[in-house]
């Protein structure tokens, strides 16, 4: 009898060891899976983060070409209003009272006394306005005459003539002026020339001069 109640505690006892093993192993296993899933949760993270921080570079790529854009887009609007604003006008000799001409050849008038230069297209050394954009313009230019003197003076686009002023030998001063609208491509050339055997004059009272502005541009 007491042989069976030995047996029957140490059976117990390996029941209980057993039932204490399998208790560690799960816990162990349990241990296992909680830092697997963490590991995993910590991995997609990361990958997540790794996103946002291509899609921020992008973001930030797009954001600084679109700054560059808008930058050379500003410098274009203002290239383009500076553009806009011309305007000249001169008389023929800076100081005093004097006669051009007259000449063999045509020649072109230099008009050197500058009341204004807006956008600085028309040079003072050649008498010529360059266009700095394509566009429409207006110019007039105005011939001034003594008595006895024969006066022709034509305004010119890239060397041909687009009108004139005439006025042969009045018997007093004489003043004529035209005027002409031309759509100029940047880069085209307008001036004025005074004709062979010609003469203008230039004084206090009466200039001899030539202008011009930008209308719109195309």
Known sequence: MQHKNQSYKFMKMLAAQKMLLLLCVGVSLAHDLT???QLKDIEERLRATEETLKEL????EALRIFTKASSDTLESIQAENKA??????????????????PFDIRKPLVY?????????AYDSNTGTFTAPVKGIYFFRFYAHGHPFNQVAVSLHKNNQIQCSVFFLKPETNANGSNA???SLEKG???????WENSWVY????SYTSFSGFLLFPL
Do not use: P, W, Y
């Not at 570079?57 to 930030?60: D, L, Q, S, Y």
């Not at 011309?86 to 100081?95: D, E, I, R, Y």
């Not at 230039?202 to 009272?205: A, L, T």
């Open 35 to 37: 830092t697997s899933a």
């Open 57 to 60: 570079k992008r973001e930030n």
């Open 84 to 101: 806009k604003k011309v305007a000249f006008s001169a008389g023929l000799l800076s100081s005093g009272a004097q006669k051009i001409g």
């Open 112 to 120: 050197q006394k500058i009341f204004t230069n807006t956008g600085n």
């Open 180 to 182: 002409v609208v031309l």
């Open 188 to 194: 085209d050339e307008v001036n004025t020339q005074l």
């Open 202 to 205: 230039d004084d206090e009272s």
